[in-house]
């Protein structure tokens, strides 16, 4: 029997950022199934940061993340967390609605660009493809591994114990939680749901239901950039009917269908018929050639019914936190949610 303070399930950046966040006050063990980090939706994602993704909530927790990502703790990477990329938002005539909402909801922070203009900054865009464009100059790519990086060493310098290859295989509530874990058993009066697209599972095997948490797949490629052309100081172009985006990744084209299909937890992988559509969506909008494809994958994207992520105790089960639902912006709102949620675990403790 292990005794701690609070035990977290899941080391992708949730669980991770919340160790980094408390690790200092409370005994913390982190316990994630596999036998490294971040190996799930963490490791998969596209890395941008967005201010004007997702409903107001999403909005205001990103926004509350930026003096993170500019202004890290002293000591916590040695590189910046965020290098600026602009994003560049189309819409196809049928679509002027969804941008023309997005426009309005986003005040100061996007900006209407006339579609000739969108094709100077962006050359590879049809001009026929869309009818209207708008930018957000505010918008980077984040550095997901230094971030990432950044909370482990956080948490393993303040104390927390970090244990890999322990998969939770039973939660049993009495004055304390007992967690059972990888052959070991696991005291403590907080337990901590950070368990990605597994967070129903594991609300489940709480006793608590699943609270309608659902994980979507989502797929993405890598591609060759055209023959001697520098891809670098391209924008990131978003198709405000969500067929596709794309953006520049270290000399190549990242590119996601944007798709989000409902799939239970698992090992999420490509399916041949999407990476065949993002390739046909990039073609019918870009002059891009999508001649071979150099890595594909997929992740699962896992959101609560109102699309806002949840970080609070459990109001039936005293000391059951559920830290999960991060949708599509669980890196980017990182900062903000793991210290909401630090604040209201230190509070209980
Ligand atoms: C294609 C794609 C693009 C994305 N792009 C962006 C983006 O640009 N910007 C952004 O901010 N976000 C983006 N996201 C979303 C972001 O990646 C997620 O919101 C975030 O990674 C979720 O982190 P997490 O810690 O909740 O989940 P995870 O990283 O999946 O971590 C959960 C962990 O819990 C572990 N676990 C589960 N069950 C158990 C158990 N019983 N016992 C022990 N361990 C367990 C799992 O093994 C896993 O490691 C993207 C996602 C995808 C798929």
Same mark, same amino acid.
């Given at each position: ?7 977290i399930?899941g080391g992708g950046?949730?669980g991770v950022?919340? !160790? ?10 982190l316990l994630e199934r596999e036998?490294m980090l971040a190996a ?119 104390? !927390?114990?970090i244990?890999t ?33 597994? !967070? ?49 990744? !270290? ?99």
């Amino acid at each position: 029997m292990k005794d701690a303070d609070v035990v977290i399930i899941g080391g992708g950046i949730a669980g991770v950022s919340l !160790a980094a966040r408390i690790g200092d006050r409370a005994r913390v063990i982190l316990l994630e199934r596999e036998s490294m980090l971040a190996a799930h939706t963490t490791g998969r994602s596209a890395a941008v940061f967005t201010e004007t993704y997702g409903n107001a909530a999403v909005r205001e927790l990103t926004r509350a993340s930026r003096d993170f990502f500019e202004r890290p703790p002293e000591g916590f990477t040695g590189h910046p967390l965020l290098h600026p990329r602009a994003s560049l938002f189309i819409a196809r005539a049928e679509d002027h609605a969804r941008i023309e909402k997005f426009v309005g909801e986003n005040p100061g922070m996007v900006e209407w660009l006339a579609p000739d203009e969108a094709v100077r900054r962006m050359p590879v865009l049809k001009r026929g493809y869309f009818a209207a464009a708008a930018l957000e100059p505010g918008s980077a790519d984040i550095d997901v591994h230094a971030l990432f990086d950044g909370f482990r060493r956080l948490a393993l310098h303040q104390g !927390a114990a970090i244990v890999t290859n322990a998969e939770v295989a039973a939660l049993e509530r009495g004055a304390r939680w007992a967690v059972v874990a990888g052959g070991e058993r696991y005291r403590a009066p907080v337990v901590v749901n950070a368990a990605g697209a597994w !967070a129903g599972v594991v609300g489940e095997m709480a006793g608590l239901g699943n609270r309608g948490i659902q994980p979507m797949r989502r797929t993405a490629i890598m591609i060759d950039a055209p023959e001697n052309t520098d891809v670098s100081g391209w924008l990131f172009v978003n198709d405000a009917g969500e067929q596709f985006y794309f953006k520049p990744d !270290a000399g190549r084209i990242l590119a996601s269908l944007a798709d989000e299909t409902p799939s239970p937890p698992c090992d999420a992988q490509p399916e041949e018929i999407d990476v065949a559509t993002i390739a046909w969506r990039l073609e019918e909008a870009t002059h891009l050639n999508v001649k071979r494809i150099r890595r594909r994958w997929a992740g699962l994207r896992t959101f609560t019914p109102n699309r806002t992520p949840i970080f609070e105790f459990d109001a039936a089960a005293p000391g059951f936190f559920w830290l999960a639902g991060q949708g599509g912006y669980g890196i980017q709102t990182s900062p903000a949610i793991s210290q909401r949620a630090a604040d209201a675990i230190l509070a209980a403790l």
